[in-house]
């Protein structure tokens, strides 16, 4: 299974981006996805996830300014985030739990990362 991240950028304090990542490959039921984020000199972090029944956790940070959505017939996840603060520049990587078959064992894997740039 491989995780495409798309989107990402630079955008100005205040601004908006959206980020998506498309999972394709050997997927039989797709679980939680999710966000997470490496700023420079910080640990990974977690920024928002999704259950497949649509149940989202965002960290405090971004709470009411990031919105993540998925949509489960394409195995996809997206990542909408406003009012951005330079804080929030930093390499995003999309995040995903997956079953391959039937009675399988849960798996997950990582996008490759998107920079994403808040400039005041």
């Known amino acids: 299974v491989q995780l495409q991240a798309s989107g990402g950028g630079l955008a100005q304090a205040g601004g908006s981006l959206r980020l998506s990542c498309a999972a394709s490959?050997?997927?039989?039921?797709?679980?939680?996805m999710g966000w997470y984020r490496e700023a420079p000199g910080k640990q990974c972090e977690l920024v928002a996830t999704i259950n497949p029944r649509g149940r989202t956790n965002y960290a405090d940070s971004v709470k009411g300014r990031f919105t993540i959505d998925r949509n489960n017939a394409k195995n996809t996840v997206n990542l909408l985030m406003t009012s951005l603060k330079l804080e929030d520049t930093a390499v995003y990587y999309c995040?995903?739990?997956?079953?391959?078959?039937?009675?399988?064992?849960?798996?997950?894997?990582w996008g490759q990362g998107t920079q994403v740039t808040v400039s005041s």
């Open positions: 995040r995903a739990h997956w079953i391959s078959r039937l009675f399988g064992p849960d798996e997950s894997g």
């Open positions: 490959g050997s997927i039989s039921y797709m679980n939680d």
